[in-house]
């Protein structure tokens, strides 16, 4: 029993050690404050005489007359007086909260520690009784931020321009050959001082889909592949070309300037852009995928296979629009087949958001 009083003792004298230690800390945060007030007010004093001295070396100079040096210095005494004002306040304020809450004061903190990792946290006495350390939004705020990076998709019909033929007699359906992009893109201002021309690069992945007309099918036949009607009902037959390219455009258009004391930035946002390019790449595989009825069981074929689809890539592409949702066109000039006896090149016509 004893041995327990002894060690309860010791607690409780611990424990009010410690709020006297609080109790003086917080008591020489708030002179340490009272005498930053006094230092504040001799600094716009000092300030003030120094604007004053200025005033009168301009009156003997000849630059200004007696009457404007007057209004100049009713002006800087009326704005040192009203900075007296305002810097002292939040002073008192500090004081008036240290004394209200015993220097029990929660604060919040947005601090760098160790790899400029950002913390936030509650403070309790000037130390931590909580933090945690998020991603950095933006690691290093460059003054002058030249390239930023945008997530792009894209997405619309898909066709084929055939030789000899127009749109209109395609063997595939308009509304049911679609596209579908998705990629990386950096943009970067070309000129130090003007935004008005701005240089795109990245990568992307293309799905570019062909659905034939009239029951057909796409059927390889040695070093040629063509269309042939099917000897079932076809519910779907669907030609899907997947694609890794790396899209290059120049792109145009006005954006507005902002300039801080930190910070130079041209933003794009709600501007009208108009780009202009092309890309290049490889495919990375072909595949035909079939659903029709036999027998009355449903069918479902998926052939991968080569289909003499060209193996490298590259095309004439463009987008114009506002902001980030943009009208897009792009138009391969490798043709869809190798050694096709009739050259066929793919087209594709949709939007496409940069996010």
């Known amino acids: 029993m004893k041995t327990i009083t002894f060690y309860v003792t010791l607690l409780l004298l ?24 006094e230092r504040i007010v001799e600094q716009e004093k000092e300030a003030l005489k120094e604007e004053v001295k ?17 209004l100049l210095k009713e002006d800087v005494a009326r704005r040192r007086a009203l900075n007296i004002e305002n810097r002292t ?40 009784a909580f933090s945690f350390r998020p991603k950095r939004w933006e690691r290093d705020l ?13 997405i619309g019909f898909n066709n084929a321009l055939i030789e000899g033929q127009s749109l209109d007699d395609s063997p595939y359906r308009v509304g049911g050959s679609r596209f579908f992009e998705m990629g990386w893109q950096w943009r970067t201002r ?18 570019n889909g062909l659905k034939p007309e009239n ?33 290059v455009h120049f792109e145009f258009g006005p954006s507005r300037f902002r300039k801080t004391e930190k910070t130079i930035r041209y933003s794009i946002r709600d501007q009208f852009r108009i780009g202009v390019g092309g890309y290049g790449g490889f495919n990375l595989g072909t595949r035909q995928k079939l659903k029709y009825n ?27 629009g506002v902001d980030g949702v943009l009208l897009y066109i792009k138009y391969d000039l490798n043709p869809i087949f190798k050694d096709a006896v009739v050259e066929q090149n793919n087209i594709s016509v949709g939007l496409r958001f940069d996010l």
């Open 14 to 37: 611990f424990l009010i050690s410690q709020c006297l230690l609080a109790q003086e800390d917080y008591k020489k945060e708030i002179e340490a404050l009272r005498v930053e007030k």
């Open 54 to 70: 200025d005033i009168n070396n301009r009156i003997e100079s000849g630059d200004i007359s007696e009457a404007e040096a007057k």
């Open 89 to 128: 306040a939040i002073i008192e304020n500090r004081i008036a909260l240290l004394e209200r809450n015993e220097g029990k004061v929660l604060r919040l903190t947005n601090e760098d520690f160790y790899d400029e990792d950002t913390r936030i946290g509650i403070h309790i006495d000037g130390k931590p």
């Open 142 to 154: 460059k003054y002058d931020r030249r390239t930023y990076s945008d997530l792009v998709l894209a």
């Open 190 to 207: 070309v000129f130090r001082n003007s935004n008005w021309m701005r240089f795109h690069y990245g990568f992307s992945f293309q799905f």
């Open 215 to 247: 029951n057909q099918i796409f059927v390889q036949n040695g070093d040629q592949t063509v269309l042939e009607e099917f000897e079932y009902d076809l519910n779907k037959a669907k030609l899907r070309m997947d694609n890794l390219v790396f899209p």
């Open 294 to 320: 036999r027998d009355g069981e449903d069918i479902k074929d998926k052939l991968k296979r080569d289909y003499n689809t060209s193996d490298l890539i590259y095309g004439l592409s463009g987008y114009v």
